[in-house]
Nanobody, 116 residues
């Protein structure tokens, strides 16, 4: 089984930055695809960015130019660097990974609040 622990959320002013982390632990062969999602109150969960095991990324339009996904395979950790944050970025952020033999594994989420 694999467990995900997200961290790095918090309260930040508009224009500020946060770096979210998603660390995987357990028994698996390595992390393949990774996605960061977010869910704002009253809205559906949406993809922010995904990266596959070839390093190909797919950013939502809202994240392009401001957010960057990265990974440290040695630490089984994935990061989401978020810059130039806006109030509309306020949401619970979740990571989702494929880590064979486990697929579609979700973290517990971390709250990001952008407010002055």
């Amino acid at each position: 089984q694999v467990q995900l622990v997200e961290s790095g959320g918090g309260l930040v002013q508009p224009g500020g930055s946060l770096r979210l982390s998603c660390k995987a632990s357990g028994s698996f062969f390595g992390i393949e695809a990774v996605g960061w999602y977010r869910q704002a109150p009253g809205k559906q969960r949406e993809l922010v960015v995904a990266i596959n095991n070839h390093g190909r990324t797919n950013y939502a339009d809202s994240a392009k130019g401001r957010f960057t996904i990265s990974r440290d395979n040695a630490k089984n950790t994935v990061y989401l660097q978020m810059n130039s944050l806006k109030p509309e970025d306020t949401a619970v952020y979740y990571c989702n990974i494929d880590a064979p033999p486990w697929y579609d594994v979700w973290g517990q989420g971390t709250q990001v609040t952008v407010s002055s």
